[in-house]
């Protein structure tokens, strides 16, 4: 391969590493993706538009695994949620995408109920911009078609799409808030931290201690939470940004043994998601290494 050649595809590598991660929730699967479509750009006619053939090139592959994911997460133990990465950084990855929201975990999460055509409609329209004749072409569909699986997704995730995200400074300053609280056990402060109807979800994959439903309700979530009293001093949390949103690093023993992303509405805490399978925490410890 030429230099030149070369450095066409590193400058699209992060926009190819947002699309896979976007369609596929997973890290490190969507880095297999963007080094098979590398190898195929090695390959490929050096006339062809770089973008395009490579936004559908990856677009493509994630579909493939997708269709296989969907049987491989029937038979997940557990929750399944999204692999955490950290974003914000000088090394965001995602940083050349204005469109944040659907970075989120509760987005990914929701994005697992729509077909992977839908998905790839959605995400290629709402986080990258692209017009309904550009996906049409990636897809080798029709255009009409395109607009079709768009409405579709649009309808299937209308009623739980969250629309408020707190400002930045805001969501750090309840994060310190909810962070001290919960290492310190206090009860009174978490209670005014909570919804009455917080929802706490938790991905252990079989490999690590984790309640394999949700955990539903102020006064539920909040024993879940007092349950981590009992591994102090053993306990470090510190704040991080993944997926666009306030989020703690659970350390145990100094070693990462989870990440928790919080989300906020009104000033209380209405979701948790917690992700302890090991398989899922690796990709963000290289981040950090």
């Excluded at 993706?33 to 592959?61: F, G, H, I, M």
């Excluded at 309840?174 to 005014?192: I, N, P, Q, S, Y």
């Excluded at 070693?255 to 998601?273: Q, S």
Aim: proline letters at 5%; a negative charge; glycine letters at 6%.
């Amino acid at each position: 391969m030429t230099p030149e050649r070369l450095a066409r595809f590193e400058a699209n590598r992060r926009r190819l590493f947002g699309v896979a991660y976007r369609l596929l929730g997973e890290a490190s699967a969507a880095e297999d993706v963007v080094q098979d479509a590398y190898l195929r750009w090695e390959r490929c006619d050096s006339a062809v538009v770089p973008e395009a053939w490579l936004t559908k090139v990856v677009t493509n592959l994630c579909l493939d695994r997708l269709t296989s994911a969907r049987a491989q997460r029937e038979r997940y133990v557990g929750t399944w949620l999204p692999e955490p990465i950290l974003t914000g950084g000088a090394g965001d990855p995602l940083e050349v995408v204005a469109q944040r929201e659907l970075l989120s975990i509760g987005m990914l999460v929701l994005l697992e109920r729509l077909t992977p055509p839908e998905r790839a409609v959605f995400v290629l329209r709402e986080a990258f911009g692209h017009s309904h004749r550009e996906i049409a072409e990636v897809l080798d569909v029709t255009e009409p078609h395109v607009r079709q699986l768009y409405r579709r997704a649009q309808r299937h995730l209308a009623e739980e799409r969250r629309r408020f995200t707190p400002a930045p400074e805001q969501g750090e300053e309840l994060l310190k808030r909810f962070m001290a609280a919960t290492l310190a056990g206090d009860v009174a402060a978490l209670e005014r931290l909570l919804a009455d109807d917080v929802v706490a979800w938790a991905d252990g994959g079989g490999k690590a201690p984790a309640t394999r439903v949700a955990v539903s309700g102020r006064e539920q979530v909040l024993r879940h939470l007092l349950a981590l009293t009992r591994y102090a001093p053993r306990v470090r949390l510190e704040p991080e940004t993944v997926n666009g949103q306030p989020a703690l690093a659970f350390y145990l023993d100094d070693e990462l043994a989870g990440v928790t992303v919080v989300e906020f509405d009104g000033g209380r805490v209405t979701t948790i998601h917690a992700v302890a399978n090991p398989d899922k925490l690796a990709y963000l410890a290289q981040q950090k290494s």
